[in-house]
């Protein structure tokens, strides 16, 4: 597949402070890639650096091949969305619409016709004439949308367009945007740090962190193979176990690792680690089963005590304390049945990820 966008070394600082540190990136024809990354990590520098608003010290933007350095940002073939859309409230919906449209001069009929297939895209048939204020903040969100599909732009940007919109809200625009991406084939850049959105919308993420990319892949590579504790952090919940190598057993598969639970078999594709290395074993909540003496007998239980159960609907996350470690597990779709409480047991997965070093 293409190659739309293609950046090389991008780097950049304002003042003493490095934002960005050398990325380099290739995102495909139609492709829905996502920037994801915590505050200050320097995704939405990078966005504005593509779409121009922003001058890389060093590094090269190709759009289709061609460098784009020095093309400014109403020329380049991008079209932005922000975060609070950057409608103009004194014009009317199709005008708001029809706005860069009028600025390429193109003819009053095919504007007209434009703004009519917009807004059928965008299911707002009927407020052609309604003032901006006078829409909901999806409703608004619609439109700027359909003002950026205006110009057909070979890379569609969006800088955290849900983050004001209420929880339901952002959940039905992120179907939405995702069914008008889909219908239009647009290459679309979505810089957010709500992993969910991420997760939900996206073919490929970047995980960005300290002006650098951690990771790439897809998001079910990037939550089931984290390569590093940040990420495995940042990407979800994670539960860290310091631990040291005692052996591997090549018959099972499993790493045999001392933590402050006790022994733990984690099964890892292969010896990499030496015995005596230190190591932190990394698994997730949801993996992590609850129960009472049934488990007992099973590999990797350990005795806990619950000190909070919390019910959040679709399901239940527990702070366990399990010797000096507070372990989070989460049970999902808990039903009527009652929380667990007091005492019980915990099986941890074999299947956990396995990194060099101590994570803090």
Known sequence: MNSVLRLEGIRKRFG??????????????????????????????LLRIIG???????????????????????????????????????????????????VRRLPDRRVRDRVRELLALVQLEGTEDRAID???????????????????????????????LDANLRLSMREELRRLQRRLGLTTILVTHDQHEAMSVSDRIFVL??????????????YESPANAFVAQFVGAMNFLPGTIRAFDATSGCYRIETALGPLAVRGASDAFAPGAAVTVGV????????????????????????????????????????????????????????????????????ALVLAGRTS
């Not at 732009?153 to 849900?162: I, Q």
């Not at 488990?295 to 702070?319: D, H, K, Q």
């Not at 000096?324 to 005492?343: I, K, M, S, T, Y």
């Open 52 to 102: 121009g608003f922003v001058t890389p010290d060093s590094g090269v933007v190709y759009l289709d091949g061609r460098n784009a350095n020095a093309i400014p940002p109403f020329a380049r073939d991008t079209a932005m969305v922000f975060q609070n859309g950057a409608l103009f409230p004194h014009l009317s919906v199709a005008e708001n619409i029809a706005f860069g449209l009028r």
């Open 284 to 351: 997730r909540p949801e993996a992590i089963r609850i129960g009472g003496e049934e488990l007992r007998s099973e590999p990797n239980t350990v005795a806990g005590r619950v000190e909070i159960a919390m019910y959040t609907g679709a399901r239940i996350e527990y702070a366990v304390l399990a010797g000096a470690e507070r372990l989070a597990v989460f049970v999902a779709n808990p039903g009527r049945g009652r929380p667990h409480d007091g005492a019980v047991w915990l099986a941890l997965p074999l299947e």
């Open 209 to 222: 962190n300290e002006g650098r990319i951690q990771q790439e892949g897809s998001p079910i590579d990037i």
């Open 134 to 164: 006078r829409l909901s903040g999806g409703q608004q969100q619609r439109v700027a949308l359909a003002r950026a599909f205006s110009l057909e732009p070979r890379v569609l940007l969006l800088d955290e367009p849900h983050s004001s």
């Open 16 to 45: 003493a402070v490095p934002v960005l540190a050398g990325i380099d990136i290739d995102v495909r024809e139609g492709e829905f890639a996502t920037f994801m990354g915590p505050s200050g990590c320097g995704k939405t520098t």
